[in-house]
T-cell receptor, first 114, second 113 residues
Framework: DAGVIQSPRHEVTEMGQEVTLRCKPI?????LFWYRQTMMRGLELLIY????????DSGMPEDRFSAKMPNASFSTLKIQPSEPRDSAVYFC????????????FGPGTRLTVL | QQQVKQSPQSLIVQKGGISIINCAYE??????FPWYQQFPGKGPALLIA?????SEKKEGRFTISFNKSAKQFSLHIMDSQPGDSATYFC????????????FGAGTQVVVTP
C-alpha cells in the first residue's frame, strides 16, 4: 500500500494567492483528517470527514479555509486568499472505522506564504 | 483549551539512558491512548498505544504506563539510541468521538552519542 499521498510536498506562494493542497487517503479508510502543524501551536485538527461527509470543521481558522472530499479517494484543502500566518506544514491522515484504529499520516505539505 | 497536556517540551538524554514523557488528561471518556513518533520532514507515525483496561504495555524498548485514577499516562524509552531522536506526541480519543484524536503539544527528544 502506498500510504497517504499528499501533493504538493512544498508550496511557496505570495500573499493573496489561492492555495490548494491535495490528499489521497489509504484505500478503504472511512475517515480523513486535515491537520496543521506549527512550532507555536503544535498539531491542530482543522477538519475531518467520515465517508466523504464533513463531521467537524470547528478547527478551520476562518472562512478563507475550505475543504472538500468529492469521493473516497480524494480531498482538498483550499486557502483563499492566503496570508503569511498560514505558513505551516499541513498533514492529511486517514484511518479505518473502528474504535482503536490508528490514524495514518501523509508526509505533509510545507506551505510558505510570502 | 488543550485536552491533553504533555511534558516536558524537550528532553536531552545520553545514549543508553531512559527518556520519560508524561501526559495528563481530564476527559474520563477517553479510552484509547496512542503515542506518535515524528522525524524531521515526516508525518507522525504510530509508535505504541494502550487502552485503559491495562496499566502497562511494552513493545521492545518502548513502554506505556497508564494510571487511570490519576488520569495520566507516560512513555518510557529504555536504552535510548540516537535513532530515537524525534518528536513524540501523546494523544487520546473517545469511542464516541468519531476517531478524533486530541494530541499533546509534543516533546522533542534528543539522544546524544
Amino acid at each position: 500500500d502506498a500510504g497517504v499521498i499528499q501533493s504538493p510536498r512544498h508550496e511557496v506562494t505570495e500573499m493573496g494567492q489561492e492555495v490548494t493542497l491535495r490528499c489521497k487517503p489509504i484505500s478503504g479508510h472511512d475517515y480523513l483528517f486535515w491537520y496543521r502543524q506549527t512550532m507555536m501551536r503544535g498539531l491542530e485538527l482543522l477538519i475531518y470527514f467520515n465517508n466523504n461527509v464533513p463531521i467537524d470543521d470547528s478547527g478551520m481558522p476562518e472562512d478563507r479555509f475550505s475543504a472538500k472530499m468529492p469521493n473516497a479517494s480524494f480531498s482538498t484543502l483550499k486557502i483563499q486568499p492566503s496570508e503569511p500566518r498560514d505558513s505551516a506544514v499541513y498533514f492529511c491522515a486517514s484511518r479505518p472505522s473502528g474504535t482503536y484504529n490508528e490514524q495514518f499520516f501523509g508526509p505533509g505539505t510545507r506551505l510558505t506564504v510570502l | 483549551q488543550q485536552q491533553v497536556k504533555q511534558s516536558p517540551q524537550s528532553l536531552i538524554v545520553q545514549k543508553g539512558g531512559i527518556s520519560i514523557i508524561n501526559c495528563a488528561y481530564e476527559n474520563t471518556a477517553f479510552d484509547y491512548f496512542p503515542w506518535y513518533q515524528q522525524f524531521p520532514g515526516k508525518g507522525p507515525a504510530l509508535l505504541i498505544a494502550i487502552r485503559p483496561d491495562v496499566s502497562e504495555k511494552k513493545e521492545g524498548r518502548f513502554t506505556i504506563s497508564f494510571n487511570k485514577s490519576a488520569k495520566q499516562f507516560s512513555l518510557h524509552i529504555m536504552d535510548s539510541q540516537p535513532g530515537d531522536s524525534a518528536t513524540y506526541f501523546c494523544a487520546a480519543s473517545a469511542t464516541d468521538s468519531w476517531g478524533k484524536f486530541q494530541f499533546g503539544a509534543g516533546t522533542q527528544v534528543v539522544v546524544t552519542p
